[in-house]
């Protein structure tokens, strides 16, 4: 019988620790998720309240998980322990064994290489560990730092879902609109993992993976 959802688990790396996410990570959460590029890339509440990341901690993210669709998980620095960051894993496919895998940085932690090493991370655990056959990633088209990380990690570009994303733009008057724009679709096989690591650990943002539990 194959598994139908994620374990709960910690991903390590030499800086960073991926985790559960935690009730004590709501002040943290909350700060991240009112900055302004993440708020105008993803489709989170504006402004994001305490109230909506104990909901998203306590209730939202045990319900994925339960029900086999996808994983959450806090990105924090291995030395202060400080939330940077989040990786999500939904859609996920249990038949064909693919799921698709996204990832928000904190303002305060933007530059660290750290959503290319925990997208790493992740994926090899996805492919070593839960034995993925398929990662999928989507990049809206403007957002260049997001598919910077799908190319550093070794995603290869499949092409453009036309009009499938909504980004959210800010105007003077301190109003978000809906602004209509395209999906980059990328993914990563397997095999696309085996030279991607030397990369990263070339240019000092990676180090050879360490462990799960």
């Known amino acids: 019988m194959t598994s139908s959802t994620f374990p709960n688990i910690s991903i390590n790396t030499e800086r960073l620790v991926l985790r ?26 504006r402004p994001f309240t305490e109230q909506a990341a104990r909901a998203w901690i306590t ?26 960051g989040i990786i999500q894993l939904t859609r996920t496919n249990w038949h064909i064994r693919s799921t698709e895998l996204s990832y928000i940085v904190a303002p305060w932690a933007r530059g660290e290489g750290y959503a290319s090493e925990a997208a790493m991370a992740t994926a090899q655990w996805l492919f070593g560990d839960q034995k993925m056959e398929r990662v999928e990633l989507r990049t809206a088209a403007d957002n260049t730092a997001s598919q910077q990380v799908a190319q550093k990690i070794g995603c290869i570009s499949e092409g453009v879902l036309r009009n499938a994303c909504i980004a959210h733009l800010r105007g003077d008057d301190g109003v978000w609109t809906d602004v209509r724009t395209d999906f980059i679709v990328w993914s990563l096989l397997p095999e696309d993992l085996e030279g991607s690591a030397e990369q990263l650990a070339d240019t000092g943002q990676f180090t050879a993976f360490t462990d799960w539990s």
């Open 20 to 45: 559960p996410l935690d009730e004590d990570d709501v002040p943290l959460l909350t700060e991240m998720m009112n900055d302004e590029q993440i708020a105008a890339w993803t489709d989170v509440p």
């Open 59 to 84: 209730e939202h993210a045990p319900a994925q998980r339960a029900a086999g669709r996808g994983l959450d998980l806090a990105v924090t620095e291995f030395l202060t322990q400080r939330l940077v």
